[in-house]
């Protein structure tokens, strides 16, 4: 593998700025002043870094007025993790849904696996606690066994689809009401680690995301 160049580090690393403060079109970037001081960097590193960033049609310059942003923040999150942009079209939100729910049997296995009793029960009674119809609490239920999976790449894995998840999971792309259908399932899946129960647990995340690709499908 290639090793990346500091220009090449700093573009990702400008990208995920712009994820992570969600900027939108034509919102005003720091300085490269400031862009060199917060990414301990030279200027020169910074323009290059940016003059990549504008041919990629991701940022403009307005001399003298500065560096503006050309991409809504969902174009943005498989840039830095797949090196690719993407239509947020619902078919590609089914797509994302099966890899999401095959990543997470894989997580459900390992919990099982390598979780001590008393560290299942505590996941469990702190997870039945949370309101997933909020789809930070629903994405915090989902993050605890990738976390207890003890599987790093995994939990990558899952920060990347979280980042991407967190900038579409809205309207137009699904509605607010989206994921309630599933619900009952969540309750089978918690039940199911609790009881060790691997088969059980997998067929819940199986029936959570098919429940929600038929509520995508039908909206």
């Known amino acids: 593998?290639?090793?990346?160049?500091?220009?090449?580090?700093?573009?990702?690393?400008?990208?995920?700025?712009i994820v992570?403060?969600?900027?939108?079109?034509?919102?005003?970037?720091?300085?490269?002043?400031?862009?060199?001081?917060?990414?301990?960097?030279?200027?020169?590193?910074?323009?290059?870094?940016?003059?990549?960033?504008e041919e990629k049609g991701i940022v403009k310059v307005e001399a003298p007025k500065g560096i503006f942003v050309s991409s809504e923040p969902h174009e943005l999150i498989f840039e830095v993790s797949f090196?690719?942009?993407?239509?947020?079209?619902?078919?590609?939100?089914?797509?994302?849904?099966?890899?999401?729910?095959?990543?997470e049997e894989l997580a459900v296995e390992l919990t099982i696996m390598n979780s001590r009793d008393a560290e299942i029960f505590r996941a469990v009674e702190d997870l039945k606690t949370l309101n997933l119809v909020?789809?930070?609490?629903?994405?915090?239920?989902?993050?605890r066994f990738f976390e207890m999976s003890g599987n790093a790449v995994l939990m990558n894995f899952f920060e990347a689809f979280n980042d991407l998840l967190s900038v579409i999971?809205?309207?137009?792309?699904?509605?607010?009401?989206?994921?309630?259908?599933?619900l009952p399932y969540h309750k089978d899946l918690l039940q199911a680690i609790a009881d060790r129960n691997l088969h059980s647990a997998k067929?819940?995340?199986?029936?959570?995301?098919?429940?929600d690709i038929k509520i995508l499908i039908s909206s």
């Open 20 to 53: 992570r403060m969600g900027l939108r079109p034509d919102e005003k970037l720091p300085s490269e002043r400031e862009l060199s001081e917060m990414f301990s960097v030279s200027r020169t590193t910074v323009r290059e870094a940016v003059k990549m960033l």
């Open 83 to 103: 090196s690719t942009k993407f239509a947020p079209t619902k078919n590609f939100i089914i797509d994302l849904l099966r890899v999401r729910g095959a990543m």
């Open 1 to 17: 593998m290639m090793k990346k160049t500091s220009s090449e580090w700093l573009k990702n690393e400008i990208i995920r700025y």
């Open 169 to 182: 999971w809205h309207p137009p792309f699904v509605e607010r009401t989206f994921g309630r259908a599933s």
């Open 203 to 211: 067929d819940a995340v199986r029936k959570i995301i098919e429940t």
């Open 134 to 143: 909020d789809p930070d609490q629903d994405m915090k239920f989902h993050r």
